[in-house]
């Protein structure tokens, strides 16, 4: 069995389009197919190198191996003009106005039995003669389309639903060309947004590669792929790809269209982070944090940070406070949690008394911030937000003791001094 990602050079990978090379994939690894890749440029304002090698380092980086390939449509004109030729010859196609035009028949129908969907069929009366060349000498895609299918043993094709439009041009042209062979056809479900609408084609939404830029990891972006049209009865989503291969099946597959929902890809993608071993998270992770150095944390409050992050971008602003000689201070948070809190100074006063002389450790600073609040009659909750804003620079973050005992008596101090003497 043979199958095959056939991308269009776009420049970059749409979420669509891996969607359908993950597909390929599975079905490939799962029967011990053949996995062909075919770049489809043809289109001469297409066929330029680099707007194939985002493709190829996206596929790459999803982990979607191909078999044989890449194969450049663009390399097979002399076949392609060779099986107009034969259909000309053999009055199956006519000239007219320069164009080739495949003559179709006006009855009966045209159809197949697809995997998803079922059987499909169109009237031949509604289709009319069709042009296969153009009449400055190139193919039309759904000639080469099928050509190289044929060409290149395809067996399976798995492919998005937008080519269900062409099958039956591509059916009757096989028919023309007195190809008998058992091709079994798999259109997938369109993805759509959260109104249910074709995806944007904003490069930020929908290339694979904006995602990688972003802080998403390859693993979990597969398996949130694998999800979008196909399911197991059991309801498991995130699952690792070793047993999505064992599990997967063309025909469990969807034939409503699925939601791209960033909301759950980034659910996801903290599940992946946080099952990551330490050493692979901080590979990952350490060109995000960038300044700041992810080594220099101590490895218990590293493990508690890795566990929040959901994408790689949140890690900076969570950390910087413990890097920085004195954090910028965030307007909104100063407002709300120091100058515009009756308490803040008797709890900075406070807590610079407390925390003068006593042991660095996070349990000890945390009862002795909670015993300044007590004395305002307030919870720790409230005690600690001109604290944690004096010190961190914002008014939400990671778990503060953990993190004050990393920074140590000398800065906290100094920070809180500096917030008493600003208020
Ligand atoms: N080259 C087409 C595309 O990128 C896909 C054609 C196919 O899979 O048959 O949309």
Redesign the pocket.
């Known amino acids: 069995m043979r199958c095959r990602f ?3 050079p776009t420049g970059y990978l749409h979420v669509g ?1 891996a969607r359908t090379a993950l597909f390929n994939w599975l079905f490939a690894r799962h029967h011990g197919a053949t996995f062909v890749l075919r770049i ?1 440029d043809t289109d001469a304002s297409r066929n330029q190198p680099e707007l194939v090698t985002n493709i190829l380092d996206s596929l790459r980086w999803l982990g979607l191996d191909w078999d044989e390939g890449p194969f450049y449509q663009s390399e097979r004109a002399e076949r392609h003009n060779e099986v107009v030729e034969g259909l000309l010859a053999d009055g199956r196609a006519y000239v007219d106005d320069g164009a080739v035009r495949l003559r179709v028949a006006d009855e009966g129908t045209v159809g197949w039995d697809d995997v998803i969907r079922g059987r499909v069929s169109f009237e031949r009366a509604n289709i009319e003669d069709f042009v296969i060349r153009r009449s400055d000498g190139s193919p039309l895609f759904l000639l080469t ?1 099928v050509v190289d299918d044929w060409d290149m043993g395809i067996t399976h ?1 798995i ?2 639903e937008d ?1 269900i439009n062409n099958m039956p041009k591509q059916l009757l042209l096989l028919e023309a060309l007195g190809v008998d062979r058992e091709v079994h056809y798999a259109h997938l479900p369109l993805l759509v947004d959260e109104q249910r609408r074709k995806l944007s084609k904003r490069f930020g939404d929908v290339a694979i590669e904006s995602y990688r830029d972003r802080g998403f990891v390859a693993p979990a972006m597969t398996n949130y792929l694998a999800t979008l049209g196909w399911g197991t009865a059991d309801g498991v989503e995130i699952r690792p790809l070793a047993e999505i291969v064992e599990r997967f099946e063309l025909a469990a597959v969807n034939k409503s269209s699925a939601f791209f929902d960033v909301k759950k890809l980034t659910h996801f993608n903290h599940e992946y982070i946080r099952a990551m071993a330490p050493g692979e998270f901080s590979a990952l992770a350490g060109p995000f944090a960038a300044p700041y150095d992810l080594a220099a944390l101590p490895a218990g409050y590293l493990a508690d940070i890795q566990g929040r992050t959901q994408t790689f971008p949140e890690l900076a602003p969570m950390i910087d406070w413990l890097f920085l000689e004195q954090p910028p201070i965030d307007d909104e948070s100063w407002a709300k949690g120091v100058a515009g809190n009756p308490a803040a100074a008797a709890i900075l006063d406070g807590t610079l008394a407390a925390y003068a002389e006593c042991d660095w450790v996070k349990d000890e600073l945390h009862q002795r911030l909670a015993a300044v609040g007590e004395a305002s009659g307030l919870k720790l909750g409230k005690a600690q937000a001109p604290v944690r804003v004096a010190v961190t620079g914002r008014s939400v973050g990671p778990p503060l003791f953990d993190g004050l005992e990393v920074l140590g008596r000398e800065r906290t101090l100094a920070r809180l001094r500096a917030a008493r003497a600003r208020l």
């Open positions: 056939a991308p269009s389009s489809e389309n094709v492919r998005g080519m």
